[in-house]
């Protein structure tokens, strides 16, 4: 039996609805007699191509550049923070885009009674809903197939009683419309601009009327047994016991984002691109439904199953969301929904081929969404991957790699032309065309706007795919981008003429601020430790890489140079671990991010009792209470340093029910943050999906452990939480692990190797550490009596 989650009536609002995705269709799900979908598209983005360059081409113009740079430094240096700020305002572009609402699928059931559950399925991918018209059961299937790149809803009864009217509209600018017996295909208009919430002065949207045509199409198409036609926008079945419905979509942005440096793109007709659209619907139709969603699950099977959680030892089976999840009292299934959800969600919203998924996964209702959806990379877009490596979902992740490599022809122009520096560069947004500038236009603060560790920190999450598969091919793959990176750091940091050592300056600790002299919050600095952890890390990676592909590569000595001139990671007067590369003091002490303890986590950088006693300290002073990616990232770092209680506090905060008003941004002070909304997703508020996938990793994380050269088995297990097992997890060097546990202690652990090599690894438990040697291709066994951990 698989694991489901039941709605116990259809969706009033958005965050009711049921989500569903093949990387490429997302479809929130409402259901009922008169059931909305809302459908997005991963490549409906406002903007178009050439914007990242036209913006670069602008600043510099206006004088941005290395020699203002020198400016900004100087002026730093001088304690005339003002100027600095000043001119660094003039390094920054408009805004990055916005990710939008694509089409909304309407269809009308006749004679259904009452409100139908809705039921997700979280191993196969599907909601199904139960429904009774006019006393004659039937059911309705949705779900997204990958292998046909459609939309399916399947609806069978038991007698000829389905009589359903479908409709297909669209928020953006509908250009045409085609309605026939059999289908509807819609004409639409993507705007080439889209202004963040923040920047009410420009106008919300700009559509062309030349330069960029981004014009996108969607078919909806049906085959029944009984009698379709049209009325006027409506296609209508009447009469049916069984109903196929495919939903297709095709846009130009598509084209270019598989062949940007193609004709392809740029050459097709709208004509062409309709036809997509229509091919595809009618193509998924050709074959039966059964063998369609056969297909599906199987695809899913395949390519997005990922790891299994039975915490508590319960897992299969149907379970209520408000009853069981949101308000229960099982702790252990509670903890392992969550986890299996954020699985769910990864695997739906990415997937190879396909854009990376964004703050909101690749589902969004808004034409202004918050933070406009986008790619946030000072801590979000890296969270919505921490659980890929860990929880086997090598297909997902691979979208990460495609938007690094974008942002890395994008930003290789950015660090010559703006910083004088080799190797590619990325700050704090980006978007579907690879946004590699500042953001701001002018008047951003330098706390969010100016920071130049985006493209650094991505580059981790690229070295994790690589250690947790052991595959040297993938190394082999993203070494450019790891070495152009690590480039970049190398030409960014300047001497410090005091110490002998080496700094970055101008330098942010994300988002946060430090109070001045005159008591005035301040963000400019110089290494900020989030900056050198980031730098120190990528380097000693870097430097790996070069010895595991067997290099010669001349940027290993100056990588080895730079090492030695690096800060270390100290602790300060008070015992944490320092945020400024001074004693400054915090303007906010419990500030959401915590952007230092990426030494921590996911790095591996606190190597030393000392170290680890500073991060927990840094924890404690931050304090309990955050939105759904500061829980999820606090409930990591609480795992890695085995702090199993407080992890397991900090998650019970995190998933408790947000019923407040989701559209209202929460108030800095933090009384108002919170946890997971009626369809689970979690909030900021407003909605940030960031928090479901690093919940999954941050659960991952307690269990399993493989950093510093060695596996922990249950690090952080909370005393509540005595009996479980978890299959698939990954480790790194290419393993799989299978773990049972009884009365808090390890049963047993079962190693599979995953990439064709035979591995020798000490596996540490209870206290004690074990050598185990597993077989290429085969498995080995530890089994340990309840006494003996």
């Known amino acids: ?10 969706a009033r609002d958005w965050v009711e609805a049921i989500p569903l995705g093949n990387g490429r269709i997302g479809a929130m799900v409402f259901g009922g007699a008169d059931a909305r979908i809302q459908v997005n598209d991963a490549t409906v983005w406002s903007g178009d191509p050439a914007g990242p360059a036209a913006a670069l081409d602008a600043l510099v113009a206006a004088g941005a550049g290395p020699e203002r740079l020198a400016e900004v430094r100087s002026a730093i240096d001088a304690g005339d923070l003002r100027r600095a700020e000043a001119l660094l305002m003039t390094f920054e572009g408009p805004y990055s885009q916005e990710f939008l ?24 991918s599907h909601v199904t809903e139960r429904l009774d018209i006019d006393g004659t059961s039937a059911t309705r299937r949705t779900y997204v197939s990958a292998p046909a790149g459609c939309l399916f809803v399947d609806y069978a009864a038991d007698g000829p009683v389905l009589d359903v009217d479908l409709r297909l509209s669209t928020p953006l600018r509908e250009t045409g419309r085609a309605t026939g017996d059999a289908e509807i295909t819609l004409d639409v208009l993507v705007p080439v601009d ?45 009469g049916a016991s069984r109903l196929l419905i495919a939903l297709s979509t095709s846009s130009r942005a598509a084209l270019w984002w598989g062949d940007p440096d193609g004709a392809g793109w740029r050459a097709s007709s709208h004509e062409e691109i309709r036809e997509r659209a229509r091919a595809a619907a009618r193509a998924a139709l050709g074959r039966a ?13 395949d390519h997005v199953s990922g790891a299994r959680f039975a915490i508590g030892g319960r897992r299969a089976g149907i379970w209520d969301v408000e009853r069981d999840i949101r308000r229960g009292t099982d702790e252990g299934l509670r903890a392992t929904v969550i986890a299996e959800y ?15 998924a964004n703050l909101q996964g690749i589902w969004n209702q808004e034409m202004r969404p918050p933070w406009s959806s ?33 942002l890395a022809r994008t930003g290789s122009a950015v660090a010559e032309r703006l910083y004088g520096a080799r190797g590619w560069v990325a700050h704090h947004n980006s978007d579907l065309w690879g946004w590699s500038l500042p953001v701001g236009m002018g008047h951003g603060a330098p706390s969010w706007a100016i920071w130049m560790m985006g493209g650094v920190w991505l580059s981790h999450n690229l070295w994790d795919r690589y250690e947790f598969s052991g595959d040297r091919d993938l190394l082999a793959d993203l070494w450019p981008l790891l070495r152009g990176a690590a480039l970049f750091c190398l030409d960014w940091l300047v001497d410090d003429l005091a110490t002998g050592g080496l700094r970055t300056i101008p330098s942010t600790s994300p988002e ?51 090492l030695a001139r690096l800060p270390d990671l100290t602790p300060g007067p008070d015992g944490r671990l320092r945020e400024w590369h001074t004693d400054l003091v915090d303007a906010d002490p419990r500030h959401r991010h915590l952007s230092p303890m990426v030494a921590l986590y996911p790095l591996d950088l606190v190597a030393t009792p000392e170290l680890a006693e500073a991060a927990r300290r840094f924890l404690d002073g931050r304090g309990p209470g955050a939105m759904g990616w500061s829980w999820a990232w606090k409930i990591a770092l609480r795992a890695r ?37 009626p369809n689970l997703f979690s909030t900021h508020p407003p909605v940030q999906l960031d928090g479901n996938y690093g919940l999954a990793a941050a659960i991952a994380e307690m269990l399993v452990q493989s950093h510093g050269g060695r596996v922990r088995l249950l690090p952080a297990l909370p005393a509540e939480w005595p009996d479980g097992r978890v299959t698939g997890l990954r480790v790194r060097g290419g393993l799989a692990v299978d773990l049972d546990w009884k009365a808090g202690a390890v049963r047993e652990a079962v190693f599979h190797d995953v990439r064709g090599a035979p591995h020798r690894i000490v596996v540490v438990t209870g206290g004690d550490a074990h050598t185990l040697d597993v077989p290429a291709r085969g498995t080995a066994a530890l089994s340990l009596p309840t006494h003996q951990n």
Do not use: C, K
């Open 1 to 10: 039996m698989t694991l489901r989650l039941a709605w116990a009536e259809p």
């Open 101 to 124: 609402p694509f089409v909304d699928l309407e269809l009308r059931t006749r004679g259904v009674r009452g409100g139908p559950a809705r039921v997700l399925d979280l191993d196969e």
């Open 194 to 238: 889209g202004a963040p919430r923040h920047e009410p002065a420009v106008p919300a949207h700009r559509w062309a009327t030349d330069g960029f045509d981004h014009f996108a199409a969607a078919t909806v198409a049906a085959h029944s047994d009984g009698t379709q036609g049209r009325d006027g926008d409506l296609l209508r079945i009447r």
């Open 289 to 301: 439904a059964a063998e369609r969603f056969a297909e599906h699950v199987a695809d899913v099977r």
């Open 342 to 356: 954020g699985r769910y969600l990864l695997g739906a919203s990415s997937r190879a081929g396909n854009p990376a």
């Open 374 to 406: 986008n790619y946030t990379i000072n801590i979000n877009t890296q969270m919505n991957y921490w659980p890929g490596p860990l929880l086997g979902l090598d297909d997902p992740v691979e979208p990460l790699a495609a938007l690094v490599r974008r």
């Open 512 to 562: 946060n601020l430090y109070l001045g002299p005159d008591g005035r919050p301040e963000a400019l600095t110089v290494s900020a430790t989030a900056d050198v952890a980031l730098i120190r890390a990528l380097f000693l990676r870097a430097r790996a890489a070069i010895a595991e592909l067997g290099l010669s590569d001349p940027v290993d000595a100056e990588l080895a140079a730079a």
């Open 641 to 677: 340093l085995g702090d199993a209680a407080q992890a397991r506090d900090l998650l019970l905060e995190a998933i408790t029910p947000f019923d407040r008003d989701h559209r209202e941004h929460s108030p800095v002070d933090g009384s108002d943050w919170g946890g997971l909304l």
